[in-house]
T-cell receptor, first 111, second 118 residues
Framework: KNQVEQSPQSLIILEGKNCTLQ??????????LRWYKQDTGRGPVSLTI?????NTKSNGRYTATLDADTKQSSLHITASQLSDSASYIC??????????FGPGTRLSVLP | GAVVSQHPSRVICKSGTSVKIECRSL??????MFWYRQFPKQSLMLMAT?????????EQGVEKDKFLINHASLTLSTLTVTSAHPEDSSFYIC??????????????FGNGTRLTVT
């Protein structure tokens, strides 16, 4: 069954700290793994997209990793800012039109 | 670039009425658009895939006669919630992929429509 799990469900950190969000997927045949940021009441915005052959990809203070063997991905946020408070959604895509969305991790960055 | 405009952002309607939500790609053409609904603190649930010039493909459990999708042009898809009921209250989001873009291209999302049925 195509599925994406994320942990933790929610996370609270202080401004300036780093954090890592986890994603496990069971999507086949695997095409790519995406991370999106969704602010409350807005649509998701793409952060990174990684294919099978990519292990890591950065977008500013966001760094995503991918282990296609263990089917795990992580999103590391460095030097968090208040504006990083959002839901982070892991999405896996197979070789078709099928995108499988994870439940998201709700991050709160406190001053 | 690659902006998706969704309208309206908020709508309140009475039970039994119909509501139309528009999704436009402003600066690109989109052969395919996707419609999702999202309940509070949950992730997006794909409702249907909208294909320009042909019928939409609905996910299992989504009533196609209740959620009418029209994708009449390469820049516009509409979702009409017919005979809305309070349980249809949700956050509806569309996304689009740039026409002929590679398989690992990003989806571009609208900012969603908050529907409240009273």
């Amino acid at each position: 069954k195509n599925q994406v799990e994320q942990s933790p469900q929610s996370l609270i950190i202080l401004e300036g700290k780093n954090c890592t969000l986890q994603c496990n997927y069971t999507v086949s045949p695997f095409s790519n793994l995406r991370w999106y940021k969704q602010d409350t009441g807005r649509g998701p915005v793409s952060l990174t997209i990684m294919t099978f052959s990519e292990n890591t990809k950065s977008n500013g203070r966001y760094t995503a990793t991918l282990d296609a063997d263990t089917k795990q991905s992580s999103l590391h946020i460095t030097a968090s800012q208040l504006s990083d408070s959002a839901s982070y959604i892991c999405v896996s895509k197979n070789y078709g039109q099928n995108f499988v969305f994870g439940p998201g991790t709700r991050l709160s960055v406190l001053p | 670039g690659a902006v998706v405009s969704q309208h309206p952002s908020r709508v309140i309607c009475k039970s039994g009425t119909s509501v139309k939500i528009e999704c436009r790609s402003l600066d690109f053409q989109a052969t395919t658009m996707f419609w999702y609904r999202q309940f509070p603190k949950q992730s997006l649930m794909l409702m249907a895939t909208s294909n320009e010039g042909s019928k939409a493909t609905y996910e299992q459990g989504v009533e196609k006669d209740k959620f009418l999708i029209n994708h009449a042009s390469l820049t516009l898809s509409t979702l009409t919630v017919t005979s809305a009921h309070p349980e249809d209250s949700s956050f509806y989001i569309c996304s689009a992929r740039i026409r002929d873009s590679p398989y690992n291209s990003p989806l571009h999302f609208g900012n969603g429509t908050r529907l409240t049925v009273t």
